[in-house]
């Protein structure tokens, strides 16, 4: 992200990606101007937020005209750095790590899963979503080639820690990490945490102890 971004608060910038994604289709629409109750109910945010987010971006909306489309989308393009194809390197080529493989990434971001790495003989050396599965002793040699940035893991939990601890010694900056595994990091990487099954669990909770 560049400098200007970095005051916006963590919260708000999660968001991005979610407000990009939508006003793109708009702006693929045809759509000049939008109103916060319009992207509200698009976003499931609600307004007040979408308003005071938007105010970091300097995009001040117009009472009766709402936002401008085209300044609210160079704005993201920008702040995401979305003019740059980010890197991606995916680590444990299982039946999660081969769907994200299959997925097609840049459909809708500007990242792309350059190389995929694991340990299964059967794995290493053939090519999923046309993306080459290579052997994770070529992890640091190959990061370093392809120039990667960002690491999905995939592996099971018990391998993910010292996976990571040659990831940090590279020059990636972040890592997305879907295993339970809680990860240590120096502070100069960014860590996101997806524990698929405990996101299914808390919704199961939400369902039976606040019905709506
Ligand atoms: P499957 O059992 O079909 O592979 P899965 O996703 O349930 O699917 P896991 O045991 O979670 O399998 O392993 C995910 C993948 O990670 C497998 O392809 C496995 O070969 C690979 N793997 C295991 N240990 C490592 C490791 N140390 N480094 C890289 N990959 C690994």
């Known amino acids: 992200m560049s400098n200007e971004s970095t005051k916006i608060p963590q919260a708000t910038a999660k968001r991005l990606p979610l407000y990009y994604r939508f006003l793109k289709n708009l702006h693929a629409s045809g759509k000049q ?11 499931k945010v609600d307004s007040a937020t979408i308003r005071r987010d938007f105010s970091y971006f300097g995009a001040l909306g117009k009472k009766g005209y709402g936002y401008n489309v085209n300044y609210l989308l160079g704005f993201f393009r920008k702040t995401l750095d979305q003019d740059e194809v980010t890197k991606v390197a995916l680590i444990g080529v299982g039946n999660l790590g081969t769907a994200f493989l299959n997925y097609n990434f840049l459909k809708n971001n500007n990242t792309k899963i ?23 002793d ?4 190959l990061i370093d080639e392809h120039h990667i940035q960002v690491v999905i893991l995939t592996v099971p939990s018990h391998a993910a820690q010292p996976i990571t601890d040659r990831i940090v010694k590279s020059h990636v900056k972040g890592i997305l990490n879907f295993t339970p595994a809680r990860l240590t990091v120096p502070s100069h990487i960014r860590i996101h945490h997806i524990d698929l099954a405990v996101e299914l669990q808390s919704l199961v909770y939400f369902l039976k102890h606040y019905p709506s």
């Open 138 to 141: 070529e992890l640091e040699k």
């Open 114 to 136: 350059e190389v995929a790495f694991d340990v299964s003989e059967s794995r290493v050396g053939t090519s999923i979503g046309e993306v080459p599965v290579r052997h994770l």
């Open 33 to 43: 101007r939008v109103s916060s109750a319009e992207l509200s109910e698009a976003v």
